[in-house]
């Protein structure tokens, strides 16, 4: 048997903690928790920081290392901040060969960063998917919570441009 | 642990109250509000037609959101149930001719043919697709749903379920084909008291939607057929791992679990019974390799995912060391239905050793993109063309890629192979999941094998030296070739190199890597000369850097 300690208490008095608790509460603050704690505080702050990491792992008995190993395993999972918007290209087969490697040169000129980086000013995260299963409309790409389809480079720089 | 007894035992439970006899509506809207549709914003759709048509005081007609109705290169889509006339490109401001239809519908109407993208499919998983309204327990129940559970659970033992599933020839449809009514036997007879049920949704084959769309159109049917497989292996509890990358699914799902448990169908005393199971969801966190049965297993248990060596294989060994039973969301999703229909019925459909449907997701230079289902054995000229269309522009037709990352590319010359697990597998490619991605005179198969490579050293977990080094190395060389600075010596090192990594891996992310570039090799070795010694891409993909003797 694990040695239980005292339940930690969260970094701040921030509201969101507590949707992290429960979710973590309701799977019995067991090891096997640790990746849906991990969703929970990343839809609750957006990326997982250190504090949101240390916090999971003293909670669910886990150590740091291994919380970090399965954080940065996965790569839904982000260790920065997002930008103000988000824009995710799919890179499945499909919009490959409909043009997505273009969209992606495209916004990669017209934003100046590469894929997993965010704008100097804060204000757009460019991301890749693997496939967003939604090769009917490829290529596709989500903004802003948004599926778009059949896009075309020069609309969705012109659109992210204007955010 | 030894047999169920012949009926689980009924015990005392509220009784669901029956539905009153309603008068059904003159006319119905199908309004198509899967992702693909409804991120054209068919949901606007819904609620428009619903205020026209009350506006028009038109009080016998039902407008009813429902599932994918397939033909998503045509979205959003709307469909009149009685007559079968489908509205694509509908757009709210224009819903002015599906009103009208809507109002001339008369009790004497038939569906017509809809064209050959509907009348040559067969539809067994996708059955209610288009027709039940996926957020509805009542609708799904009224077209049959959970008769096939009443079935199981009142007249059946767990054996004769077993049999029937076996007797029916349904192979794993998640890509490997293995014999589904022989894994449920293994997993029933293995020692344990507690078994699990798990549902493998994380479909990472990209070009391949047909889980998303068959949890997102119809989830009761997936959680009717978990419920059954339970019971045949005496499990009582289950796992959905489903992908983050589908919110929608997983939203549909929920609110299909909390609706079944309310209503009975699952929990405790399921269907007043004494059976009991529960069904959880795990998400995904967008690791490829998570679609191996073992790495799955990790990633449910919290841990990285990363897969093991197998045997113990997890119907012997799996969740939490015990006994588990590992099927794809399609394999569920057939169950029902062949249980309602019989096994004779589903094992006369099909050809040799795949027997029954397969639903693909026909995608890339297709006209007709979207999801189809259609018996085994029909040729992929019949599906790419006859139900797909043809492509895209008239352009020729070049390949058509199948089973994704591990999958291979079948050329022109092999159209009228009839569609099995062996027939694909003979042609160098893959059943797999059942993503067809058609490609034309655009497409640089060089290029397409670097880009599956990429995908795979990218997505290699890292625990075994063969594919971590060795996709790595096999993406150098294919990178060297399609820029051109190959030599001819490179693509001897790349097949050698191909044949260890096929051979050597852990599991079927390495073993499966190799795929795209052997298919390739073997049918467009010419594209492969090409590059290596003219310098140049015959699709014109690649930008080939000329030697300097060139340039001067």
């Given amino acids: ?163 | 642990m030894s047999d169920m007894p012949a009926a689980a035992r009924p015990v005392r439970r509220r009784v669901i109250t029956e539905e009153i006899a309603e008068e059904p509506p003159r006319a119905t809207a199908y309004v198509c509000e899967a992702a693909s549709c409804l991120s054209l914003q068919s949901h606007d759709i819904t609620v428009r037609l619903g205020e026209v048509v009350a506006d028009a005081g038109l009080g016998d007609v039902e407008i009813k959101r429902v599932g994918c109705l397939g033909l998503c290169a045509a979205g959003p889509l709307v469909e009149i149930a009685e007559t079968g006339r489908l509205f694509e490109k509908v757009t709210p401001d224009a819903v002015g001719p599906v009103v009208a239809a809507l109002a001339d519908v008369k009790q004497t109407d038939v569906r017509a043919p809809q064209g050959p993208f509907f009348e040559k499919q067969l539809r067994v998983a996708t059955e209610n697709f288009g027709r039940v309204d996926p957020e509805s327990l009542d609708d799904y129940v009224e077209r049959g749903g959970f008769e096939a559970l009443r079935r199981v659970l009142s007249d059946m033992t767990s054996t004769e379920v077993r049999e029937e599933v076996t007797r029916s020839g349904l192979r794993g449809r998640g890509g490997a084909g293995f014999p589904t009514g022989l894994k449920w036997t293994t997993v029933a007879k293995a020692q344990g008291t507690q078994k699990y049920v798990i549902c493998n949704a994380d479909e990472g084959d990209p070009g391949a939607f047909m889980d998303r769309s068959v949890l997102e159109s119809d989830p009761y049917r997936v959680l009717e057929g978990m419920t059954i497989a339970a019971f045949a292996v005496h499990a009582t509890e289950g796992y959905i791992y489903c992908r983050a990358e589908y919110p929608l699914a997983v939203a549909r799902l929920r609110s299909a679990i909390r609706q079944a448990q309310r209503a009975g169908y699952l929990g405790s005393g399921i269907m007043d019974t004494s059976f009991a199971f529960d069904v959880q969801i795990r998400l995904g966190a967008g690791a490829f390799v998570c679609g191996e049965e073992t790495a799955l297993i990790a990633s449910i248990e919290g841990r990285r995912g990363t897969p093991r060596p197998r045997p113990p294989y997890p119907a012997v060994s799996g969740l939490f060391e015990c006994p588990t039973l590992i099927n794809n969301v399609e394999t569920f999703a057939s169950v029902p239905t062949i249980l309602r229909k019989g096994p004779d019925w589903y094992a006369a459909i099909g050809v040799g050793k795949s027997k029954g449907t397969k639903v693909f997701a026909l995608a890339g230079r297709v006209v007709n993109t979207g999801l189809v289902e259609v018996p085994m054995g029909m040729t992929l000229r019949e599906i790419i063309f006859d139900i797909g269309g043809g492509i895209i522009d008239g352009r020729p037709f070049k390949a058509v890629q199948t089973g994704g990352p591990s999958g291979g590319c079948i050329p022109a010359d092999h159209l009228d192979t009839p569609v099995t697990y062996e027939s694909l597998v003979e042609l160098g490619s893959f059943m797999g999941s059942g993503g067809m991605i058609v490609m034309d005179d655009t497409s640089c198969m060089v290029d397409v094998a670097k880009y599956f490579m990429d995908f795979c050293r990218d997505e290699s977990c890292g625990k075994c030296t063969p594919c971590r080094v060795g996709t790595t190395q096999m993406w150098m060389l294919l990178d060297r070739i399609t820029t051109g600075r190959a030599t001819g010596g490179d693509l001897a090192q790349l097949e050698h190199l191909a044949a260890i990594v096929q051979r050597t891996s852990l599991c079927g992310l390495g073993q499966g890597a190799p795929n795209p570039v052997f298919s390739t090799l073997r049918y467009f070795r010419d594209e492969y000369l090409a590059h290596i010694e003219e310098r140049r891409c015959p699709a014109g993909v690649c930008t080939i850097e000329q030697p300097a003797e060139v340039m001067a």
């Fill in chain 1, 1 to 163: 048997m694990p040695i239980r300690y005292a339940r930690p208490s969260a970094p701040s008095d921030d509201k969101r903690w507590k949707i992290v608790e429960t979710r973590m509460r309701r799977l019995g603050d067991r090891p096997y928790a640790l990746i849906e704690a991990l969703h929970a505080a990343q839809e609750a702050f957006g990326y997982l920081d250190d504090d949101a990491l240390h916090f999971v792992g003293d909670t669910l008995g886990v150590p740091h290392s291994r919380v970090y190993g399965v954080a940065t395993f996965y790569s839904f999972f982000t260790l920065k901040p997002q930008g103000e918007h988000t824009c995710v290209v799919c890179t499945g087969t499909a919009c490959y060969i409909n043009g997505a490697k273009e969209i992606l040169a495209g916004l990669e000129r017209s934003l100046g960063v590469t894929p997993k980086e965010t704008t100097a000013d804060g204000k757009v995260s460019l991301l890749t998917a693997r496939c967003l299963g939604a090769c009917s409309l490829a290529p596709a790409v989500i903004v802003d919570g948004d599926v778009q389809g059949k896009v075309r480079a020069a609309d969705l720089v012109a659109r992210l441009e204007a955010m």
